[in-house]
């Protein structure tokens, strides 16, 4: 996806704040955090979202790299929450898949 901008971030184009990586994904800082730690994961590869996804080992490393990024921000205990906006009413607003971890304090439940 030449214009997406995760996969601009993935390929160096547009600067951002790698917190970890594996093979297959990324974690940077969101640019407009709504929590202390906030940390996007994105698969290297292309997928629109949640919806566009088939392969479980993709998802699966998703959320074993937000546990590392708990473990890196030091919330791993203190406990924090991992969300995927899905689509319009979900919230999505670029338009590939991403897992924000969202911690450093109480977060509300539910979101809203
Ligand atoms: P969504 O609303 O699609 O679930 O989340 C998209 C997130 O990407 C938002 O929290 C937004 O702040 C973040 N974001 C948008 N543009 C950029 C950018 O250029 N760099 C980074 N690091 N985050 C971005
Ligand atoms: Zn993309």
Redesign the pocket.
Known sequence: MDDC??CR?VRGE?P??KVADSATCLA???????APV?V?VIPRTHYDSANDVSDAAVVGEMVLLAKEVARAERILDAGYRM???TGVD??????HL?L?VLGGRGLKWPPG
Do not use: E, W
Not at 90 to 95: N, Y
């Open positions: 901008l995760f971030i547009i951002s704040t940077f800082r969101d640019i407009a955090p709504k906030h996007l969300v995927i906006n979900g919230g999505q607003t670029v338009g991403h924000h």
